[in-house]
């Protein structure tokens, strides 16, 4: 080693103790210049805590069972506040839009958006929910945020299952041959999931037609047949009669129960079926399963000619000769023919032309939702069957 090497080590030495001095140094001094910033750790000693707010509460998770769909449900909370200072709570987030948090009504009646518990008081909080979807477990929560440093939220958390408000079996009540001259009878039977029995307020016909030949009787249901719908807890059982004289073709009606558990409930029951006796269709475009007459969409420019059949049997076959009564839309132009002996002349067969003129006004009967359907209808003379509607579905276009 040389003499400039020898000379140079003491200094090197030095440089770098006084480096590590000063680097370590350097946070420190950084640090006692800077402020520390809100948020970055807060101490919570025995002093603070004793003289702050301190939530308690005695219970977070509700089990309420079944609810019903569109059905509502409550529960009232606790939160005490045991702490020697004053408690604020105020509103969080919920998990969705069918669990809401509410405080007490103030003075005014209106909720509060914060809460202020005085030391050694108590207030309630109000989960409400309410059931949607088809039904299934239900698993919600509600927050409250509070400023006790110890538990600065408090998460409410509600379950349970959520099941029709009612349920018909069957859901149609189905009248697969209803005979004109002596009518039918048909049962549903109506399950409920309230926590109250229902208390059925009116029960109608929709359709003002379909009324007159039809009527509606509640009664109690059976223990037995409650216990045997799952999650049932009440119901009444609903009869429908066909009365004698109702119009030959297609029965669409529905039938619309009112009743309250506590909240009222409107349920709507489909009745569908067939109405026939002495008389009966065919033809091109008969459709026998709709007991409709299906023409489909015609061009004005060219209009539609075709022929149906009415064939009459029975004791008083002899009496039917129909006459048009009504028609809709009023672009059809029905002529009934002469009745001519089927076989031996144990029934006579009727022909019914249907035309739509070309020109005629556009429409549109197609038995859907947007265009109910149009009608063929009939003073037939027969004496159990004094009418007969013939649905018609049918549009005319450009």
């Known amino acids: 080693m040389t003499e400039r090497s020898l000379q140079a080590w003491p200094v090197a030495a030095v440089a770098l103790v006084v480096g590590a001095a000063v680097g370590a140094a350097g946070p420190t001094l950084r640090h006692s210049l800077q402020p520390w910033r809100v948020g970055d750790f807060r101490v919570i000693d025995d002093a603070t805590a004793g003289s702050g707010p301190r939530a308690e509460v005695p219970e977070t998770r509700f089990e309420f069972g079944t609810v019903g769909v569109g059905s509502s449900g409550s529960h009232e909370f606790t939160v005490r506040n045991t702490g020697a200072g004053p408690l604020t709570l105020s509103r969080g987030a919920t998990s969705c839009s069918c669990t809401v948090s509410d405080f007490e009504a103030s003075e005014g009646g209106e909720p509060e958006a914060r809460k202020v518990v005085a030391p050694g008081g108590a207030t309630r909080i109000r989960v409400q929910w ?125 039938a619309r129960v009112v009743f309250t558990m506590p909240d009222e409930v409107i349920a709507e029951i489909p009745i569908e079926g067939t109405v026939g006796g002495d008389l009966v269709m065919a033809g091109p475009g008969w459709d026998s399963s709709r007991q409709a007459l299906l023409l489909g969409t015609v061009s004005r420019s060219q209009g539609l000619r075709t022929r149906v059949f009415l064939t009459a049997k029975g004791p008083h076959r002899d ?16 002529t009934v023919g002469v009745a001519s002996p089927i076989g031996a002349g144990g029934a006579i067969r009727i022909p019914i032309d249907i035309e739509i003129p070309s020109g005629s006004r556009v429409v549109n009967h197609l038995c859907s939702q947007v265009g109910p359907a149009g009608r063929i209808v009939l003073d037939t003379g027969h004496p159990e069957s004094p009418e007969l509607t013939i649905p018609v579905c049918v549009a005319i276009g450009p």
């Open 130 to 254: 309410r059931g949607k979807g088809a039904g299934g477990p239900f698993h919600q929560q509600a927050t409250i945020l509070t400023d006790d440093p110890r538990l600065p939220e408090i998460v409410f958390v509600v379950e349970g299952t959520v099941v029709p408000t009612w349920k018909a079996v069957p859901d149609t009540v189905v009248f697969s041959r209803i005979s004109a001259s002596a009518g039918s009878q048909a049962t549903v039977d109506v399950f409920t999931f309230g926590k109250q029995p229902p208390q059925i307020t009116t029960t109608a016909i929709e359709d003002a037609q379909a009324a007159q030949f039809l009527s509606l009787a509640s009664g109690s249901l059976p223990d037995a047949a409650i216990a045997g719908e799952s999650g049932a807890t009440g119901g009444f059982r609903l009869v429908v009669d066909v009365k004698p004289g109702v119009p030959l073709g297609p029965l669409r009606a529905t």
């Open 319 to 334: 009496r039917v000769r129909p006459v048009v009564k009504e028609v809709v839309p009023d672009s059809l132009k029905v």
